[in-house]
């Protein structure tokens, strides 16, 4: 392998982020960095990200990306920090973030000084753009579906892909947030499983069964034979009717209203107001409500 990959699990948000490292040259890329958030308080802290420097450091790294896979709705983003601690590593996401910022753009009811046009980010990718990773090349991969912006990354048989897949016992993700399609993440789904059987997919989240522990890493193989929603054999109207009446069951993340309004910033809070202090928006009545 030219690459070497290490995981990062927040078990607050059973998110996994990702330094992977050209073996090389020493440059690396962080994926999907997690920035510490307490809901009853409302303070935020760098934990999670810190331990991520303290990898960067220990190992020599010279941090070229900071990858986003898409907006999340489950943890606030510390790219913004991270840029600012590594000496302004451009941060980088799908280029259909538009379409996701014009959405919350009209939740949030945003100011004028958001303009949803990706601007926030240092850069945005295409499907099948590349960027280069010492002397490897990431290839970007749009995977619509959770949402409009999900990108995978694919790097010398590894791939980061989101919140398209989790483990084979666990399944797929949720595709009912605004602009998910179940259609469209099934496709998304087949198209990173016709990558090479022995490729590892790195997944972004672990939910684990009781009594097994977290894990994040398994090959496409083992996805097209176990994966409990989409293994070989189930058709795209199998899975859509079981990901829309599944989806119909699932609360809303705890995180998703604090998150995104982040999230669609690259990790930036809202601009302070007259007091110094920045405050995130809860619209009521604004998200999918499914009583009880």
Same mark, same amino acid.
């Given at each position: ?12 948000? =059973? ?6 490292? =050209? ?37 020599? !790294? ?47 009811? !945003? ?39 999900? !990108? ?27 602009? $998910? ?29 009781? $009594? ?81």
């Amino acid at each position: 392998m030219s690459v070497t990959t290490h995981a990062f699990f927040d078990p607050a948000t =059973c998110t996994v982020s990702y330094v992977v490292a =050209c073996n090389a040259t020493r440059a690396a890329a962080i994926i999907d960095p997690v920035l510490d958030y307490d809901f009853r308080s409302g303070c935020t802290a760098t934990r999670s990200a810190d331990r991520i420097l303290d990898h960067v450091n220990a190992h020599g !790294l010279r941090v070229q990306w900071i990858l986003e896979t898409h907006a999340h709705a489950d943890h606030l983003s510390s790219a913004r920090y991270l840029k600012h601690h590594l000496g302004g590593a451009p941060i980088a996401i799908g280029q259909e973030i538009c379409e996701v910022q014009r959405t919350f753009q009209r939740i949030y009811n !945003l100011d004028s000084d958001f303009v949803p046009d990706g601007r926030q980010f240092d850069r945005l990718l295409a499907d099948g753009e590349s960027i280069e990773l010492g002397q490897s090349q990431v290839l970007a991969m749009h995977v619509p579906g959770h949402t409009p912006a999900d !990108l995978a990354y694919v790097v010398d048989g590894v791939a980061f892909i989101g919140d398209t897949m989790f483990m084979p016992d666990v399944g797929t993700a949720r595709a009912d947030f605004p602009g $998910g399609d179940a259609a469209r993440l099934y496709q998304s789904i087949r198209r990173l499983l016709s990558l090479p059987s022995d490729t590892t997919l790195y997944v972004c989240h672990d939910y684990p069964p009781l $009594g097994r522990a977290a894990r994040w890493a398994s090959s496409v193989e083992q996805q097209r034979r176990h994966n409990v929603h989409v293994h070989d054999g189930v058709s795209q109207a199998q899975f859509v009717s079981m990901r829309t009446a599944r989806d119909a069951t699932l609360d809303m993340p705890m995180l998703i209203l604090p998150a995104l309004q982040v999230n669609v910033r690259a990790g930036e809070m809202p601009p302070p107001e007259s007091n110094g202090v920045s405050y995130l928006k809860i619209p009521v009545n604004a998200m999918p409500h499914r009583p009880k």
